[in-house]
């Protein structure tokens, strides 16, 4: 019972303390720090709590809350709240990056601060609902509910330009969230489930299989759907804009843990259910995954803004996520939910560190900073290991689920041009990094670092800088040194719902004379093994 409390509370919580704010019921400014403060620890300590509890032995969900009587349960939709491998570790990251995003707000000194927590508060309660939902419904809502606020605190609270960068945002995610919703709603009118949720759907897609084509314009539709709200090339253009001009708190909480929906989308909906067309849009997938990783790479060596580096920077290692999923096997797509984990870490203590280096600087303009080392010794110790955790570096989650990446890629032939190509983005992620760091922190002082200090001296970074990138660093630490602590629950999870998947896969490479492996104690266990050919259906004849 205590863990359902800690599941439903982790939506609860920072969904009252928002409310609370927007009804006016707390004035005073040190009880909205405190109110805010636990909005924010509360999904934190939860996500963790219920990561160290997760029985990776149970296969499908643990901690499961299902409440039937929502007044849509004609329609197949319930509220059900559950973790499995998958959604485990993200679950747990978004609660650790919404308290570091939290602390880093409760601290920035905005104007309208109550406002400013409401909306964040409201924003953390949908990140935390949507892994946590097992219904496609509520995991949908919850994505809506996290982005509104996005688009709000752009327009009041953001950077140059905010108001046509907020509606430039506006447009994209909202075409990119209605087209994924119209492949949602095409999946369960074409499978006719009696439940709108993952194991339900699952289920019904196990014994009747939907026709190759049918697959593969419903996976169509939730690529591109979800590829605009991931910022896959050339739907990118909007993501570094956005986080350039957002708040730092919102551009940790979007960046890190909101453009995850159309990853974990893809991995848990799209490829299990439709295997022929996610093999179908596998070759276009690579390639428009490629764009992310070399066309944005580079762009992302030409910023001169640190602000904008790092936000070109987050949209090319997404690159690394697709072609773990257009692979199309279990290895690839768990390496994609490793790399997703790790990267909302790292692209979050990137962000948080940009913010502390330019109220110090007083610019994001690299080329106008230069020997900050000595002034601040320990923000250049956390800058330069987040951008070796962003590079890959072994010790890093990065490093891990890159890895694996590119193993699944070495896996096919065919694949490994792909291989050679994405491997060069290791060296583009190494050359903006490194590049970032000896500019920031080494070389000569700028002359307009010199006038900005002869007015505002510049110190280190101080306990409530560091609490919240300190807490980042030790779970991005704790996931590089030991993986096995997601990758275990992971595999579990990804073998037993890509089995589909794998076997399609290995019947479309394996030559006519090679038989697919059958099921056996002799068998591989970490490739699935083929299963019992479904009844297909053409979509007339349902």
């Known amino acids: 019972m205590l863990d359902q409390i800690l599941l439903l509370g982790s939506i609860a919580v920072p969904l009252a303390v928002s409310l609370s704010f927007f009804a006016g019921w707390v004035r005073d400014d040190e009880w909205v720090v405190k109110l805010a403060c636990l909005g924010f620890g509360f999904p934190c300590v939860a996500g963790i709590l219920l990561f160290i509890k997760f029985d ?8 499961e809350i299902l409440y039937e009587k929502m007044g849509l349960q004609e329609l197949g939709i319930t509220f059900h709240l559950g973790l499995n491998g998958v959604s485990s570790p993200l679950f747990a990251m978004a609660g650790i990056v919404g308290l570091a995003a939290g602390l880093a707000a409760v601290f920035s000194g905005a104007k309208r601060l109550k406002l400013y927590l409401a909306l964040l508060c ?27 606020p996005t688009f709000i605190m752009i ?10 960068i907020a509606l430039e945002i506006t447009i994209y995610l909202t075409l990119g969230a209605l087209v994924s919703l119209g492949g949602l709603v095409a999946l369960n009118v074409m499978v006719d489930a009696p439940k709108f949720d993952f194991p339900t759907l699952s289920q019904a897609l196990s014994d009747i299989a939907l026709h190759d084509s049918t697959q593969a314009k419903i996976f169509g539709l939730l690529l591109l759907g979800f590829g605009i709200l991931v910022a896959l090339f050339p739907f990118h253009t909007w993501a570094p804009r956005g986080y350039e001009a957002a708040p730092t708190p919102v551009s940790m909480l979007h960046a890190g843990v909101l453009k995850k929906f159309g990853l974990y989308g893809l991995i848990q909906i799209g490829a299990p259910l439709l295997p022929e067309g996610a093999l179908f849009w596998s070759p276009w997938l690579l390639w428009l995954a490629l764009g992310n990783v070399l066309f944005v790479g580079m762009v992302t060596i030409a910023q001169g803004n640190l602000k904008s580096m790092v936000g070109y920077g987050s949209v090319m290692h997404m690159g690394y996520c697709f072609l773990g999923i257009g692979v199309c096997s279990s290895l690839g797509a768990g390496s994609a939910v490793m790399l997703m984990a790790a990267h909302g870490l790292s692209v979050s203590l990137m962000f948080l560190l940009s913010a502390s280096i330019q109220r ?8 106008q900073m230069g020997g900050m080392a000595g002034k601040t010794p320990i923000l250049a110790c956390f800058f330069v290991a987040a951008s070796l955790a962003t590079i890959g570096l072994p010790g890093f989650g990065n490093f891990w689920g890159e890895f694996g990446v590119f193993l699944s890629l070495g896996e096919q032939p065919s694949h490994r041009i792909f291989l050679g190509l994405a491997a060069l983005g290791i060296i583009l992620s ?10 920031i922190f080494f070389g000569p002082q700028s002359e307009e670092l010199t006038a900005h200090e002869n007015k505002n001296p510049i110190r280190d970074l101080g306990l409530t800088e560091a609490l919240p990138a300190g807490l980042i660093l030790a779970a991005l630490l704790l996931l590089g040194l030991w993986p096995r602590g997601i990758s275990d629950r992971i595999n579990k999870e990804i073998t037993d719902r890509y089995a589909k998947v794998d076997h399609a896969t290995l019947s479309l490479f394996l030559p006519p004379c090679c038989p697919v492996p059958q099921g056996g104690e002799e ?9 019992s050919p479904p009844v297909v259906l053409e979509p007339e004849e349902r």
């Open 56 to 63: 990776g032995t149970v296969d499908g969900y643990c901690f």
């Open 122 to 148: 409201f924003m953390q309660s949908g990140l935390m609902g949507l892994f946590a939902s097992v219904d496609l419904f509520f995991y949908y809502l919850f994505h809506e509910f996290a982005l509104i």
């Open 155 to 164: 327009g009041l609270w953001g950077g140059r330009n905010r108001r046509g």
């Open 360 to 367: 110090r600087s007083g610019t994001y303009e690299m080329g």
């Open 430 to 439: 190494a050359v903006f990094g490194l590049r970032a760091v000896a500019r």
């Open 523 to 531: 068998s591989n266990q970490t490739t699935p093994l083929q299963v």
